[in-house]
């Protein structure tokens, strides 16, 4: 009610205002109200503007440069931080492998040939190493049209190595025991007495050697190069026969060697001394021999190439003492990153011939033979290596030398006796003859290895020989090349090769009949053909301890003489196994 009353009073009181203004409006009104008449269009019309005719100018203003001027004053700011203790960090490795003490290795061929070798050892030690070995191997011989020619070597030996701080001392003491039969005689000996070669009896024409070993070697290894570092060693060999011809013969070696740098050049010398002593029939004969050598050398090396300067001066005491002096000088430069090297340098120097060195190059040597120091008077040789990859490298290297009382096996020594009972034991022996010759030598070698998946190296030697007195260099070939290999496939089959070819050599004898031709007076050389052997091998690894291995020898079955009547096994096949124990 209160609302419809508001809207009633605000419509009259407007109605009454609008009532009032027309009536004021009649009663006063002074407005005209005639009629206005607009005979054209509005013009509008715009008076003109007041404008400001100046034109803005910069007004450049330098700023003033303001000059500060920093006092610092040094002051400790005391803290202090305790870092919480963390928990190291540890790397796991792979595990190790499993080690085994103990290796054997058995085996048999045709020919009635035992194979045998073992080994026992310590495993992973910071101590030392210690270790065991026993090798054997025997064979019947059976060579058609000679007497017996059976083989026995066997060896024992045991050594061990204590690792201190910054030394270390190792020795070895060794037993071997080589018998053979000097089974080479010629066809004409048959034909000169009134019986076969079978009627001859093998212990007539056995040969023994013993041998006895041992070595010692004190050693430092300082990690400081202002610290003289130093080697010693020393090693005794008694060799002796067990039958009838008593042939001892003492060697003793001492060799010390001292190194230090000086800033980057490395001063090394050393100083050795060799001694010899022969004894035959009871001291009836004997033949001491002594010699020192004194070698000091710098070595010398930048960014590419590397340089010994050094000489060789040896005091040789036999009958009368002679004093020797040799080069002793090497450099090469690397070219480009180890891809081409090449090297030249010049040596020479006395080398140890005794009985012992003779039969490992020739078991059948004369035992009762004069020996003499191997003089290589001087020695110039220079080459390249370097690689054609990373996993192919070669070596190209060509050589002249000089040696004086060079050993060569000369004529067979032959008695014809009467009868069966009374063959000489030495029969078939070779003696040793020394001569003056000049030697040269080209190589060429080049080697693949990849990834221990494959390794194989091919060799090339040529020779030149020109002995001063002998017509021929008796026993030596011109030209020798060999080619080893080896591929293992997946750590599971194991597969070798061993291949030798080897050109004519001349081997001296007195007999025109079994002579190509004669060479001197009352000398005649017979031609040894050239031979080629073939040796390969297969291993199967059943597991880490077991594996079968079979291996076969002059493949080429080829019975060449590696010395004159001397001929060789054709095929022979040895199969065995493998057995590792005694694990870790």
């Known amino acids: 009610m209160r609302t419809r009353a508001t809207i009633i009073f605000a419509l009259l009181l407007t109605f009454g205002i609008n009532g009032f203004g027309q009536i004021q409006r009649g009663n006063g009104d002074t407005l005209s109200t005639e009629n206005v008449i607009i005979v054209k269009e509005f013009e509008p019309t715009i008076s003109n503007a007041i404008k400001i005719t100046d034109s803005p100018k910069r007004l450049d203003v330098k700023p003033e440069k303001m000059e500060f001027d920093y006092k610092f004053i040094p002051t400790n700011f005391q803290t202090s931080y305790l870092p919480d203790t963390i928990k190291a960090a540890r790397i796991k490795g792979e595990p190790l492998n499993r080690l085994y003490r103990g290796y054997a290795e058995l085996g048999m061929g045709n020919y009635l040939t035992t194979y045998g070798k073992v080994r026992l050892n310590n495993t992973r030690s910071r101590n030392g190493r210690w270790g065991v070995a026993l090798d054997h191997l025997s064979s019947q011989g059976e060579i058609d049209d000679v007497p017996f020619s059976g083989y026995s070597n066997n060896s024992a030996s045991v050594y061990g190595t204590r690792f201190f701080k910054s030394h270390q001392l190792k020795g070895d003491v060794n037993y071997s025991r080589d018998v053979h039969h000097n089974y080479g005689y010629p066809e004409f000996f048959s034909d000169s007495v009134t019986y076969n070669y079978d009627d001859i009896e093998k212990d007539e024409i056995k040969r023994i050697y013993n041998n006895l070993n041992a070595t010692a070697e004190f050693a430092s290894f300082h990690a400081d190069s202002q610290m003289v570092n130093y080697r010693f060693d020393a090693e005794y060999d008694y060799l002796f026969t067990s039958l009838d011809d008593a042939v001892q013969e003492h060697h003793l070696k001492l060799n010390s060697t001292f190194s230090r740098y000086f800033g980057s050049e490395l001063g090394v010398i050393d100083i050795n001394a060799d001694y010899n002593d022969q004894t035959i029939y009871d001291s009836a004969y004997n033949d001491p021999n002594l010699f020192v050598e004194i070698n000091p050398k710098i070595e010398v090396k930048g960014k590419k190439w590397r340089a010994k300067f050094g000489i060789s001066a040896f005091i040789e005491n036999e009958n009368e003492t002679d004093f020797r002096f040799y080069p002793d000088v090497f450099v090469n430069y690397n070219i480009y990153e180890d891809y081409i090297i090449p090297y030249a ?224 096994q054709r095929i022979s096949v040895l199969a065995g196994f493998t057995y590792s124990f005694w694990g870790n």
């Open 345 to 568: 340098g010049i040596d020479g120097g006395l080398e140890r011939v005794n009985l012992n060195s003779l039969r490992q190059t020739n078991r059948f040597v004369a035992p009762i033979s004069t020996v003499e120091n191997k003089n290589t008077r001087y020695n110039f040789y220079g080459g390249v290596r370097g690689a054609f990859t990373s996993e192919l490298s070669f070596n190209l290297k060509a050589a002249r030398k000089q040696i004086a009382n060079n050993p060569f096996f000369g004529v067979q020594n032959m008695f014809i006796p009467p009868s069966v009972d009374q063959i000489f034991r030495d029969n078939g022996t070779f003696s040793v003859v020394y001569d003056t010759m000049n030697v040269t030598q080209l190589t060429a070698e080049v080697s693949y290895f990849h990834a221990e998946k494959i390794n194989a190296t091919a060799r090339v030697d040529y020779y030149s020989y020109d002995p001063n007195n002998f017509p021929k260099a008796w026993h030596m070939p011109r030209f020798k090349a060999t080619l080893s290999g080896r591929y293992n496939m997946r750590d599971k089959i194991i597969a070798t090769a061993d291949i030798f070819a080897v050109t004519d050599r001349y081997a001296q004898t007195l007999y025109e009949s079994n002579s190509d031709e004669e060479v001197a007076n009352g000398i005649y050389a017979q031609k040894l053909p050239t031979y080629v052997d073939i040796n390969l091998g297969v291993e199967y690894r059943y597991n880490k301890k077991i594996s079968a291995f079979l291996k076969g020898y002059n493949l080429a079955s080829i019975q060449y003489n590696r010395w004159m009547n001397y001929p060789v």
